[in-house]
């Protein structure tokens, strides 16, 4: 575990204040959290079942801010791992959303040897699976288990739920996954660079009980919704603003939307 020595890499997601205080501040958050993590881990039992920092929150950021393996907290990271496998193989376990993992280590952990075998493997078990992928990105879904693979960062997020997505082609690249997996027709507008708008096949499915079933929450989460009637099928349309310092649609509310319109469809 080598968490002070990596201070200078966090600091640089910190950006509260000048570069030295947040180094500063950060060094001093490393201190008091190496020990916390030293006396958790002493504690197995209490480290595997529930560890000090809450879902393994913690151990969850040092990943995301480019730590690698060998700094981790090393008991607390194998139980992670043992988690991750559980809950992608057996469906068992807590929930992972938004949880974190080096791709090498997630193929590692579930005995694949590369991204090819991983989806071949994958999709021969899935009942119900799409992938998605533009550039450095790649986007898998199979049996509500969705993977985000950033190949820059070398970084994979599961269940990515609380992302946010503030830009267009990720934006497209989701609702492109989402209605290859739910097989809903989609068209997608980008107005201007911060102003999108999605249009949804509702089929002959009711779109009051659609918008009805769509919580305060969700609703939130867009700044228009309308829904158009054609002759043959009506469409929802949301519309989409993502504006500096201001909460931008998360892929939790835009899986929410999908399942809605897949679940109405059916009925």
């Known amino acids: 575990m080598h968490l002070i020595e990596n201070a200078e890499l966090i600091s640089r997601r910190v950006k509260?204040?000048?570069?030295?205080?947040?180094?500063?501040?950060?060094?001093?958050?490393?201190?008091?959290?190496?020990?916390?993590?030293r006396r958790c881990q002493e504690d197995r039992l209490s480290c595997t079942i529930t560890p000090s920092c809450h879902n393994r929150n913690f151990l969850n950021a040092l990943i995301?801010?480019?730590?690698?393996?060998?700094?981790?907290?090393s008991y607390c990271y194998n139980q992670y791992l043992i988690q991750i496998r559980r809950y992608i193989i057996d469906r068992k376990g807590r929930d992972m959303e938004d949880r974190r993992i080096p791709i090498k280590d997630l193929l590692t952990t579930l005995k694949m040897s590369s991204i090819r075998q991983f989806t071949t493997n994958f999709t021969?078990?899935?009942?119900?699976h799409a992938r998605v992928r533009e550039g450095d990105i790649l986007l898998v879904a199979g049996d509500d288990l969705f993977f985000h693979f950033d190949f820059t960062r070398g970084i994979v997020e599961i269940d990515p739920w609380d992302l946010e997505l503030r830009e267009f082609h990720l934006f497209g690249q989701y609702v492109r996954l989402l209605s290859a997996y739910y097989d809903v027709g989609?068209?997608?507008?980008?107005?201007?660079v911060?102003?999108?708008?999605?249009?949804?096949?509702?089929g002959q499915s009711d779109s009051d009980s659609i918008v009805g079933s769509m919580d305060s929450e969700l609703q939130r989460q867009?700044?228009?919704?309308?829904?158009?009637?054609?002759?043959?099928?009506?469409?929802?349309?949301?519309?989409v603003v993502v504006e500096p310092g201001i909460d931008a649609l998360s892929v939790g509310a835009l899986?929410?939307?999908?399942?809605?319109?897949?679940?109405?469809?059916?009925?």
């Open 255 to 267: 899986r929410r939307l999908f399942s809605l319109v897949s679940e109405a469809r059916k009925s």
């Open 194 to 202: 911060n102003w999108w708008i999605l249009t949804v096949d509702l």
């Open 16 to 37: 509260l204040l000048d570069h030295d205080a947040d180094l500063q501040l950060v060094r001093e958050l490393m201190e008091l959290h190496e020990d916390k993590c």
């Open 64 to 73: 995301e801010a480019g730590l690698k393996p060998r700094d981790l907290p």
């Open 222 to 239: 867009f700044d228009a919704i309308h829904v158009v009637p054609s002759e043959d099928s009506t469409a929802l349309q949301v519309e």
């Open 186 to 192: 989609t068209e997608l507008l980008d107005a201007t």
């Open 124 to 128: 021969k078990r899935w009942k119900r």
